[in-house]
């Protein structure tokens, strides 16, 4: 008879938030673009591109503020969406459930247990 071996937990690995692995976010803080929120990665091209036509047009940076803010509303209703966004209970924008800082919780690769990566976290 085989014995099924099932790993032992990520939990207590300085790697692992809720059910992810973060080792390549540690290893190259990032670099990984896919793993921020699509949200936040699109209003940031965004805010780019008018930068660079806001510069192109010759406007002080008081005129360049004062006309993206007039445009937020509706570059935020354009851009601002998710299919996979869920309330959080943050002061922060997006105010996710499943937003880590600027990551993606959805993009990062599911822990499948304690791992030889598995690196014990420091206690506070
Ligand atoms: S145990 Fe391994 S897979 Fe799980 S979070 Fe840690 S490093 Fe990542
Ligand atoms: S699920 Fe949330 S954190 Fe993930 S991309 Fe969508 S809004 Fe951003």
Do not use: I
């Not at 085989?2 to 938030?17: D, E, I, K, M, N």
């Not at 940031?44 to 008081?62: K, P, Q, S, W, Y």
Request: proline share 6%; aromatic share 8%; with cysteine.
């Amino acid at each position: 008879m085989s014995a099924v071996l099932t790993p032992l937990s990520g939990l207590g690995c300085r790697h692992y938030l809720a059910g992810r692995c973060l080792y390549e976010e540690h290893l190259n803080p990032g670099l990984d673009q896919g793993l921020r929120c699509r949200v936040l990665t699109r209003l940031g091209r965004t805010f780019d591109d008018f930068l660079v036509r806001a510069e192109a047009m010759g406007l002080t940076e008081e005129q360049a503020g004062r006309a993206w803010r007039n445009r937020f509303p509706e570059t935020l209703a354009r851009e601002g969406s998710c299919r996979d966004y869920l309330p959080g209970d943050t002061t922060s924008f997006p105010d996710c459930a499943n937003a880590a800082g600027e990551l993606c919780l959805l993009a990062l690769p599911a822990c499948p247990g304690r791992c030889r990566r598995f690196f014990k976290r420091q206690a506070p």
